[in-house]
């Protein structure tokens, strides 16, 4: 297991994106968030459609809704997002904006259909395809003064937490961290206190920034049956093949503007920067499994649970420091090339759903969501994960609920619709605050055009969220956040043919 893994719970609950070269209770957050979004239709109702089925958003929502399609259907969709994000820190504001492009979905439904005056299972439906449950694609960029500490008191804070380090122990024990820093003259020997370190910021007051761009995403390869008994109870289940792959680089620089900052004469500091980089893959499988139930025409009921995801993770990562002083003097430094594989289950999920069907003119449908956070667990053949695991059960909800809600009215050919969607805080509330509790509110809109054998799509959502970050956390001290805005603007369409 490698070093450097969150020291407290702020870290771990205030400041959710990115604490890179380390497996923590960050990782088990991100890839427990899966999003809506597989279909434009679907996306244009706030991913409200656990109850109506008969659309290849079925498979990750309610597989139950396979068993309502009575044609086969071939399906794929493309998605274009736009992410805002804005920062402030120590009262200074920076903006970043990113443009991605996906693919939201492609797959086929083939249905069996069977004569419609006898009873019993009137239908099969075999489905396959893929489907993006997450878009990892952001910039963000945060800047101000710090006048009371600095990223290398952590690196100190670190070496006195394990008892010290000589200089040959620094290379074995803090290659990615405190070593860079020490090849660097940034960390020089304590001549007092024995394996202990002084920095050449003593006192803070350095003009602090960093730049992190994320990329990738989450996707899932999924198999589906779906089966309809005498058009009242529709049932179905999935069995799902997910992928991660989320690469972080980060550029964090401390810098002397006001050159006041000195240790001695012949050695003051003027800037450091530190680049680091992770790349994250994973594989796993979950299952699905879902139910529809008409009691009446106008009414539609539905259930799904889903499985844990259980996946298999690997990083890779490395980190370099640069240093520069007034006397002329530059170092750099770069760190061996790090990796370390362990495993990551994912919370299940449990989905409630309502639709009105007003005949062939309008459609209202709600879900409700329940997930418990608090039960995604870490673990490792060499590793325990103990303090991690703690954390995730201590700072995680282990009742966070999301709703969706949809409409759709149909005129002719085509069909208008809206939705809205509040994902409530993964994060308890003691453990954070009411405007960065990484809530998410969306609002979404489109429209669609359908005749026999061809329809078409097209779906716009909106999405807000807020968070804070810490580039690190000190035991006795408070160190500046960044309080980070998010919006996306996302667009998906989707083509589709019956036969």
């Not at 952001?138 to 670190?158: H, V």
């Not at 003691?430 to 990484?438: E, K, R, S, V």
């Amino acid at each position: 297991m490698k070093n450097n893994i969150s020291k407290g719970m702020l870290i771990a609950c205030l400041f959710y994106p990115l604490l890179i070269n380390a497996q923590s209770e960050i990782d088990a957050l991100r890839y427990s968030r899966p999003m809506f979004g597989i279909t434009a239709r679907s996306f244009s109702m706030g991913g409200a459609f656990g109850a109506l089925g008969a659309d290849f958003s079925s498979l990750s929502s309610n597989p139950g809704g396979l068993g309502a399609y009575r044609k086969s259907e071939f399906t794929f969709s493309m998605g274009f997002a736009n992410r805002n994000a804005e920062s402030v820190f120590s009262g200074n504001s920076e903006f970043e904006n990113r443009f991605s492009f996906d693919i939201p979905n492609a797959g086929l439904v083939i249905a069996f259909p069977k004569n419609q005056d006898t009873e019993g299972w009137k239908q099969f439906s075999f489905a396959l395809g893929y489907h993006r449950t997450a878009n990892f694609n952001t910039e963000i960029t945060y800047a101000g003064k710090n006048n009371n500490n600095s990223m290398l008191d952590d690196f100190i804070e670190d070496i006195q937490q394990y008892g010290g380090a000589t200089p040959e122990d620094l290379h074995f024990d803090f290659p990615f961290d405190a070593d860079l820093a020490y090849q660097t003259y940034l960390l020089n020997p304590d001549t007092i206190n024995f394996n202990q370190y002084i920095s050449v910021i003593p006192d803070g007051g350095e003009f602090q920034s960093e730049n992190i761009v994320t990329h990738g995403g989450m996707g899932e390869f999924s198999l589906g049956f779906g089966s309809n008994y005498n058009e009242k109870i529709m049932i179905g289940f999935t069995i799902g093949f997910p992928s991660i792959h989320y690469e972080e680089e980060s550029v964090y620089e401390e810098r002397d503007i006001d050159q006041n900052i000195s240790v001695a004469d012949s050695l003051n500091f003027r800037s450091f920067r530190y680049d680091r980089h992770l790349l994250t893959s994973g594989y796993g499988f979950n299952a699905k499994f879902g139910l529809i139930v008409k009691p009446a025409n106008w009414l539609r009921l539905g259930a799904a649970i889903h499985s844990p995801t259980f996946y298999y993770m690997h990083d890779a990562y490395h980190s370099a420091m640069f240093s520069s002083f007034e006397n002329g003097g530059s170092y750099q430094y770069y760190s061996p090339e790090g990796g370390y594989s362990y495993h990551l289950t994912t919370p299940f999920k449990a989905v409630g759903s309502l639709a009105f069907v007003m005949g062939k003119s309008a459609i209202l449908s709600f879900d409700y969501e329940m997930t418990d956070y608090s039960m995604a667990h870490l673990d490792a053949s060499d590793y325990s994960f103990s303090p991690e695991n703690k954390m995730i059960n201590t700072v995680y909800n282990d009742f966070s609920s999301n709703l969706r809600g949809g409409l759709e009215i149909k005129y002719k050919k085509f069909a208008f619709r809206g939705g809205a969607a509040y994902y409530s805080s993964p994060i308890k509330s003691n453990y954070t605050t009411a405007d960065t509790d990484q809530h998410i509110f969306s609002y979404t809109g489109g429209i669609g055009f359908r005749e026999k054998h061809f329809f078409f799509d097209i779906g716009y959502g909106y999405f807000m969220m807020s968070e804070s970050y810490t580039p690190y956390t000190l035991t006795n001290e408070n160190v500046p956040y960044a309080k980070i805005d998010k919006t996306d603007n996302r667009v998906i369409t989707t083509f589709g043919f019956r036969f």
